[in-house]
């Protein structure tokens, strides 16, 4: 049998909306003219251009990193691509895994876990709550883990694992490896590689580094990689193999197709970041996101996650009763332009606050959608008194014009 020419495709542009959609979800988020510019060329993956830039990559990724030594490989891939390299690579089958679970993503660090053949012991985290240092070195002890897996910031709940920092040192007094996602938080927020003693970090393209969705970053330490060379077994994965991707990031060889675009977004929007400084940019996301939950607080609403555990990177807000989620997200998009997110379990919508979405004008689009959506479905809030906070807040601070 001969198959037909297909019938009634139609080009993006029959497809795609006429106004772009404000992306004020939990990613991907608006990228850069530089990143989208260089998105769209095309080189020789393994010429002395491609390699050039691959150089620079690495000394910007290891400024945002904070790391002096770790070693840096991109990933044709998700952010999930990059955590199961690093899942992968450190793990050992028959070895024991903790994972602190408190949310979808940390829960597919311990599936990731699993699927290579490790113990995995999950703590699970009291819902809404981040990882408390004293109970997870009493995990520590108690089972004497191998790897430890941990979320900086859960996109899917928006709580923030802000004893990191200690739990990462106790792990290092056992001579427990530390693998962090570091998706939504990397250039968002403070990380430390070195400090903190953190031996696999994993951030991908569409979040904080406002990039483009499908390029990854993983960065492994010293003594991680050291762990990496040092194992006799061969790994199942083959994409994934973090020594044969060294042979393309360091040794200037063949490891298969670099996606070649995606490396050219991705040094733009590191460039952009090393450009603002990591403290500038810091401050600019934390003050655009504490603006943003004033005005979303004002107008009567809810965030779900209490100050000590929230994610700022992400914002969760509580359903009222009546509304529902998707009729929300609906509303805003087709009357607004502007989308936010749903939820991966909690009765909550999340929006973002990551690289370009912190921006003055980029937030009064998206607070007035949000509440004047809630109106016209009926849960009537005071937007103008959402609208007043978010000016109010912003106004209290010092910005940069490029805020």
Same mark, same amino acid.
């Given at each position: 049998?001969?198959?037909?020419?297909?019938? #009634? =495709?139609?080009?993006?542009? #029959?497809?795609?909306?006429?106004?772009?959609?404000?992306?004020?979800?939990?990613?991907?988020?608006?990228?850069?003219?530089?990143?989208?510019?260089?998105?769209?060329?095309?080189?020789?993956?393994?010429?002395?251009?491609?390699?050039?830039?691959?150089?620079?990559?690495?000394?910007?990724?290891?400024?945002?990193?904070?790391?002096?030594?770790?070693?840096?490989?991109?990933?044709?891939?998700?952010?999930?691509?990059?955590?199961?390299?690093?899942?992968?690579?450190?793990?050992?089958?028959?070895?024991?895994?903790?994972?602190?679970?408190?949310?979808?993503?940390?829960?597919?660090?311990?599936?990731?876990?699993?699927?290579?053949?490790?113990?995995?012991?999950?703590? !699970?985290?009291?819902? &809404?709550?981040?990882?408390?240092?004293?109970?997870?070195?009493?995990?520590? =002890?108690?089972?004497?883990?191998?790897?430890?897996?941990?979320?900086?910031?859960?996109?899917?709940?928006?709580?923030?694992?802000?004893?990191?920092?200690?739990?990462?040192?106790?792990?290092?007094?056992?001579?427990?490896?530390?693998?962090?996602?570091?998706?939504?938080?990397?250039?968002?927020?403070?990380?430390?590689?070195?400090?903190?003693?953190?031996?696999?970090?994993?951030?991908?393209?569409?979040?904080?580094?406002?990039?483009?969705?499908?390029?990854?970053?993983?960065?492994?330490?010293?003594?991680?990689?050291?762990? =990496?060379?040092?194992?006799?077994?061969?790994?199942?994965?083959?994409?994934?193999?973090?020594?044969?991707?060294?042979?393309?990031?360091?040794?200037?060889?063949?490891?298969?197709?670099?996606?070649?675009?995606?490396?050219?977004?991705?040094?733009?929007?590191?460039?952009?970041?090393?450009?603002?400084?990591?403290?500038?940019?810091?401050?600019?996301?934390?003050?655009?996101?504490?603006?943003?939950? !004033?005005?979303?607080?004002?107008?009567?609403?809810?965030?779900?996650?209490? @100050?000590?555990?929230?994610?700022?990177?992400?914002?969760?807000?509580?359903?009222?009763?009546?509304?529902?989620?998707?009729?929300?997200?609906?509303?805003?998009?087709?009357?607004?332009?502007?989308?936010?997110?749903?939820?991966?379990? @909690?009765?909550?919508?999340?929006?973002?606050?990551?690289?370009?979405?912190?921006? !003055?004008?980029?937030?009064?689009?998206?607070?007035?959608?949000?509440?004047?959506?809630? #109106?016209?479905?009926?849960?009537?809030?005071?937007?103008?008194? &959402?609208?007043?906070?978010?000016?109010?807040?912003? #106004?209290?601070?010092?910005?940069?014009?490029?805020?």
């Amino acid at each position: 049998m001969r198959i037909a020419v297909p019938n #009634n =495709i139609l080009a993006l542009d #029959n497809i795609l909306p006429d106004e772009p959609l404000l992306m004020m979800g939990a990613g991907p988020v608006p990228i850069p003219a530089k990143v989208a510019a260089a998105n769209g060329i095309v080189i020789n993956h393994l010429g002395d251009t491609m390699a050039h830039i691959i150089e620079q990559v690495k000394v910007m990724s290891r400024y945002v990193f904070q790391t002096q030594d770790g070693r840096i490989l991109g990933v044709a891939g998700p952010g999930s691509a990059a955590m199961e390299m690093a899942v992968v690579n450190l793990v050992l089958p028959g070895s024991k895994v903790l994972s602190i679970c408190n949310g979808f993503f940390s829960h597919r660090l311990a599936q990731m876990a699993q699927r290579v053949g490790a113990e995995v012991v999950q703590l !699970a985290i009291e819902d &809404g709550e981040g990882a408390d240092a004293q109970r997870v070195e009493q995990y520590i =002890i108690q089972h004497q883990p191998q790897v430890l897996t941990i979320v900086q910031g859960e996109t899917s709940n928006t709580v923030c694992n802000n004893e990191l920092a200690a739990i990462a040192a106790i792990a290092k007094q056992h001579d427990c490896l530390v693998i962090v996602d570091a998706v939504c938080t990397l250039s968002t927020m403070a990380f430390d590689m070195d400090e903190w003693g953190v031996d696999a970090v994993i951030t991908g393209g569409q979040k904080g580094l406002s990039c483009i969705p499908g390029i990854s970053l993983v960065g492994f330490s010293a003594k991680a990689w050291q762990h =990496i060379e040092e194992r006799k077994d061969q790994l199942k994965h083959w994409c994934l193999d973090a020594k044969l991707a060294d042979q393309f990031w360091y040794k200037k060889s063949y490891h298969y197709t670099a996606p070649v675009s995606g490396i050219l977004a991705i040094h733009e929007a590191l460039r952009l970041v090393c450009s603002e400084t990591l403290s500038v940019r810091f401050d600019r996301h934390l003050r655009c996101s504490q603006a943003l939950q !004033a005005g979303i607080e004002a107008m009567g609403l809810s965030l779900y996650v209490k @100050p000590q555990a929230r994610l700022n990177s992400v914002v969760g807000i509580t359903m009222p009763r009546g509304v529902e989620s998707k009729v929300l997200l609906n509303t805003m998009s087709k009357r607004f332009k502007v989308e936010i997110s749903g939820s991966f379990g @909690p009765n909550i919508v999340r929006i973002g606050q990551m690289g370009e979405q912190c921006r !003055a004008h980029n937030l009064f689009r998206t607070l007035h959608a949000f509440g004047a959506s809630f #109106n016209l479905l009926g849960q009537k809030l005071d937007l103008p008194a &959402g609208m007043a906070a978010l000016e109010s807040a912003l #106004n209290k601070f010092q910005f940069s014009e490029g805020l």
